[in-house]
């Protein structure tokens, strides 16, 4: 039997992720098909475009089996603990293959880099730290490592989520298959076409410009929108309220960036003006982004690093054929399988709770949304 993970935010799903879809799915030859997608914030750090319920059902339509959600502490977070927190998941809820996009399209060269890493860690570790020193932001100083070690280097954004799911499969000897292809588009492309990016897209959607014809249900970007310059004024609260020390306590906000957070925010009137005064060599605007989320949810570094440690798989949709496969599953999984949120207990299931209260603030039935987490049990597609 195989079964195939894909990993995936649908930040808005879109004729590409389609495509992912099927071509994984060829590739694989798999039996179901299992995706853990981003929860209500993204890897990006940005509030995903419409809630995770509408995203889940959209994939189930368009063949996946199974939607795993990938828990808040996880999905708005650095690649490295995003991959770990989705291969965790994955392979608790024993997926065989995973498949994924990429400029490069080869997973030869993910596998080679992958083990290389893996076995000179202590060196790769060591030149990360050097060049981290020397103020380059953590993907530049990876970059730099492995051009010392390999003469190589990686340098997008989704070959360098791709290579740490490859880098995540290699350390903890998973008995996963990696497969990767080649994207069909750039991911910094800012045309509307049929396949088009996904940033193009939010663009297009927050601009109010015609994006149907990149979208399989244009019909679902009508009413609750979320974008994260929308919590603009509430970030500036937050941070005007606040000392140096209360702020110094949440995830992410260190070396002295709750000082220059104090001495910007009187000087801002917008998102953009506030991330132009935070970003430097050393802080990439995901990671800034990342940081005025977690800090909006009041976020301590102590209460996420409890929540990491996930056992339980919370599903959000599947078809008759992803509950045929959950019974066969479910007395082998090492997880607790939750499909009834107010039936189990974990402290990331309580920030996942108090993301969706966040995420309520943009949305025009803030109940509603708050009452979907809590009461919600999973989208299940008849045959």
């Not at 195989?2 to 060829?26: C, D």
């Not at 999905?75 to 998941?89: E, M, P, R, T, V």
């Not at 392979?91 to 992958?114: K, L, N, P, Q, Y």
Request: charge should be neutral.
């Amino acid at each position: 039997m195989r079964v195939l993970g894909i990993i995936v935010e649908y930040n808005p799903f879109h004729n590409g992720h389609i495509y992912h879809i099927q071509r994984s799915k060829t590739i694989t030859k798999c039996d179901y098909t299992i995706a853990v997608m981003s929860s209500s914030f993204v890897q990006r750090g940005e509030p995903a475009i419409i809630d995770k319920w509408t995203r889940s059902r959209l994939a189930i339509e368009f063949g996946v089996d199974i939607v795993l959600e990938l828990p808040f502490v996880y999905a708005c977070q650095s690649a490295d603990y995003f991959a770990k927190g989705a291969i965790d998941l994955l392979h608790a809820i024993g997926v065989t293959d995973i498949c994924f996009g990429s400029e490069d399209g080869r997973i030869e060269t993910f596998m080679d880099i992958a083990c290389t890493i893996e076995m000179h860690q202590e060196d790769y570790n060591m030149h990360i730290k050097h060049y981290m020193q020397e103020g380059l932001r953590y993907p530049d100083a990876c970059n730099q490592a492995l051009r010392q070690i390999m003469g190589k280097e990686i340098t997008t954004p989704n070959d360098l989520l791709g290579l740490s799911y490859v880098k995540e499969i290699v350390s903890h000897h998973y008995a996963i298959t990696p497969h990767c292809f080649a994207r069909t588009n750039d991911y910094h492309d800012t045309k509307l076409q049929d396949i088009a990016s996904a940033s193009a897209i939010r663009k297009a959607i927050y601009e109010k410009k015609d994006f149907k014809s990149t979208l399989p249900h244009p019909e679902y970007y009508q009413n609750d929108l979320f974008f994260l310059q929308d919590f603009y004024p509430y970030l500036k609260y937050q941070i005007m309220t606040s000392t140096p020390k209360e702020l110094r306590q949440y995830h992410l906000v260190e070396e002295g960036l709750e000082n220059i957070l104090i001495s910007q925010i009187h000087k801002t009137n917008c998102l953009e003006e506030l991330l132009g005064c935070l970003l430097s060599k050393r802080y990439t605007k995901p990671r800034i982004q990342r940081m005025l989320i977690h800090l909006l949810m009041k976020n301590t570094k102590q209460q996420i690093q409890a929540a990491m440690k996930i056992d339980y798989l919370r599903i959000l949709a599947m078809n008759e054929q992803g509950r045929q496969y959950l019974n066969i599953i479910k007395k082998e999984c090492p997880y607790t399988i939750v499909t009834n949120f107010s039936r189990y207990q974990h402290p990331a299931l309580e920030i996942e709770f108090k993301a969706t209260r966040l995420l309520s603030l943009l949305s025009q039935q803030p109940y509603d949304l708050i009452k979907k987490e809590y009461a919600s049990i999973p989208y299940i597609k008849a045959d």
